[in-house]
């Protein structure tokens, strides 16, 4: 089968950074699926793994972990999914990448397609999504109210893969206020209409900005980018014993 891969970790401007290869078509086991890729994503992951991880030698690394495809063979032990399928994931660090013709993934880690999305749109949901989900409801637990504070969310970088994904989690699956920063005027309507009720800009002090909305001060702050930028605002703005 087709795939992009690499034997050394190279400078992306290397001509062998990223190479097309011929490999095996994988087969599924236990509660494997093998999935006909038709689209994937890049995140920053891929670009950590590539300058980092050496392949044995001899052998390619083949980068890619967002993906969404058709299932053409399962593993004995599957039993969620069936062969024509469509479905959508984040694949698992420990094992070949999506960037190929077919990949081998658990099922446990795998959803249906939603069948409004076309595979692109898809494809770049997983762990853009999954990470949005686990800072709100896992480390943030935006669900659980922090007595005698407003409930109250600020996102930092609403308009980004992450934040875009939180402000709409966050808006259609609570109660919470939700604050975005964004700085330009797209990016402004974009967050709004994802269904922030407020938008700041990061560009600007952002403490006197949130205090200026009279919703009062944030129980919580998810910063998804140029935190050491923020930090001393974050400080200023957040409830006592806000979480961030």
Do not use: C
Request: hydrophobic letters at 45%; zero cysteines; charged letters at 25%.
């Amino acid at each position: 089968m087709r795939a992009i891969g690499y034997e050394k970790s190279l400078p992306i401007t290397d001509d062998n950074a990223l190479i097309d290869i011929d490999l095996p078509r994988p087969e599924p086991h236990g509660s494997d699926l093998l999935v006909e890729v038709r689209a994937v994503s890049v995140n920053p992951v891929d670009t950590k793994v590539r300058m980092r991880a050496e392949p044995e030698a001899g052998d390619y690394k083949v980068l890619g972990w967002d993906a969404a495809g058709v299932v053409v063979a399962k593993g004995s032990d599957v039993t969620g999914f069936e062969v024509g399928d469509e479905v959508f994931y984040a694949g698992d660090l420990t094992r070949p990448g999506t960037n190929a013709e077919f990949h081998i993934v658990d099922e446990r880690i795998v959803g249906r397609k939603p069948e409004r999305l076309s595979w692109a749109e898809a494809a770049a949901l997983p762990l853009t999504a999954i990470t949005a989900w686990e800072a709100l409801f896992d480390r943030l637990n935006i669900n659980s109210a922090i007595p005698g504070v407003a409930p109250v969310l600020l996102i930092i970088g609403g308009a980004g893969g992450v934040g875009s994904i939180a402000v709409q989690l966050a808006s259609k699956l609570t109660d919470v206020t939700v604050i975005a920063t964004a700085s330009r005027p797209e990016t402004r309507d974009w967050v709004l209409n994802l269904g922030a009720d407020h938008v700041v800009d990061h560009s600007k002090p952002l403490a006197k900005q949130v205090a200026d909305l009279g919703v009062g001060a944030p129980a919580y702050v998810f910063s998804t980018t140029n935190t050491d930028d923020h930090l001393a605002e974050i400080a200023e703005l957040i409830a006592p014993q806000g979480r961030f």
